[in-house]
């Protein structure tokens, strides 16, 4: 593999583990209800699908903005990237309390689709930058689905503070990916 391919895959690979911690502090919570293994197979396969389905959707659509308005889609994807990881970084201090909810039905699509909605943003953001590698789609499904299966089960085994690491770790990195695209967009004009 070239070296610039691995690189690229690194780079998605930390990407991905940082939308996933969604899902992770989300699902860490919910084993604690001691949900059963088929109810967790089944939703880290849903949440994995709907992080390959939103962020394929935002490329789609950011390639179409890349095309109408040019080189500021670089820059403003990296704003939507830091601004996502600033996002998930203050939510991680929110007071509210996440509550449960029936895992079935109508609540399933909706907690898979709460989130991977930060996917749709990251895809957005990589289309306008002219970014779209089916790797990448892949990892995010991947990537999220293993998270989201090992915080379900290791949920009753740890407190909730985790949860709350989780989301600064992974809004750290999508901050410090937002502002690199950012200073790299700038340092090449």
Not at 5 to 21: K, Q, R
Not at 146 to 173: A, P
């Amino acid at each position: 593999m070239p070296v610039n391919l691995l690189s690229e895959i690194g780079s998605f690979l930390f990407i991905a583990i940082a939308l996933g911690m969604d899902a992770f502090s989300i699902s860490l919570i919910l084993g604690i209800q001691n949900i059963r293994l088929k109810t967790a197979l089944l939703l880290s396969i849903l949440i994995g699908t709907c992080h390959m389905i939103l962020p394929a959707i935002g490329i789609v659509l950011g390639q179409a903005l890349l095309n109408n308005i040019g080189h500021v889609t670089t820059i403003l994807s990296g704003l939507l990237l830091f601004g996502i990881g600033i996002h998930m970084f203050i939510g991680a201090f929110s007071s509210y309390e996440r509550k449960a909810f029936q895992l079935a039905g109508f609540g399933f699509i909706l907690l898979a689709l709460s989130v991977s909605i930060d996917s749709f943003s990251v895809g957005l953001s990589f289309g306008m930058s002219g970014i779209h590698s089916f790797i990448m789609i892949l990892l995010f499904g991947f990537v999220s689905s293993f998270l989201t299966l090992l915080g379900l089960l290791i949920g009753r085994k740890i407190s909730g503070m985790l949860s709350t690491y989780s989301e600064l770790l992974g809004g750290s990195i999508l901050m410090i990916f937002g502002l690199t695209i950012i200073f790299s967009s700038l340092m090449t004009r």
